[in-house]
Nanobody, 113 residues
Framework: VQLQACGGGLVHSGGSLRLSCAAS????????MGWYRQVPGNKRELVAG???????SYDDSVKGRFTISRDNAKNMMYLQMNRLKPEDTAVYYC????????WGQGTEVTVSS
């Protein structure tokens, strides 16, 4: 299983970024997927999830600002992040919701105030 997240960067508060996740080694359409983030010293947290059936959920901290989506034909998942805040600064990872593994490098998002 390989999950590669990209699209992070440095953005001002109020700005936007779109993260992408490329999956391989799994039957992507059969897997519930999520975006996680981790601040150094803190626990990794799930911020958005999308099931195989398209059910979507968000952590309250990002609800209304982030949009998760997936393209099963391309084995891709996305996270559109709008109205970014400094507290969104973290390393973002994509992974399965159930039994996540092979976390990879993630992609770093830095939001300046």
């Amino acid at each position: 299983v390989q999950l590669q997240a990209c699209g992070g960067g440095l953005v001002h508060s109020g700005g936007s970024l779109r993260l992408s996740c490329a999956a391989s080694g799994i039957i992507f359409s059969d897997v519930h997927m999520g975006w996680y983030r981790q601040v150094p010293g803190n626990k990794r947290e799930l911020v958005a999830g999308i099931t195989v059936g398209g059910f979507i959920s968000y952590d309250d901290s990002v609800k209304g600002r982030f949009t998760i989506s997936r393209d099963n034909a391309k084995n891709m998942m996305y996270l559109q992040m709008n109205r970014l805040k400094p507290e969104d600064t973290a390393v973002y990872y994509c992974n399965r919701i159930l039994s996540p593994t092979n976390w990879g490098q993630g992609t770093e998002v830095t939001v300046s105030s």
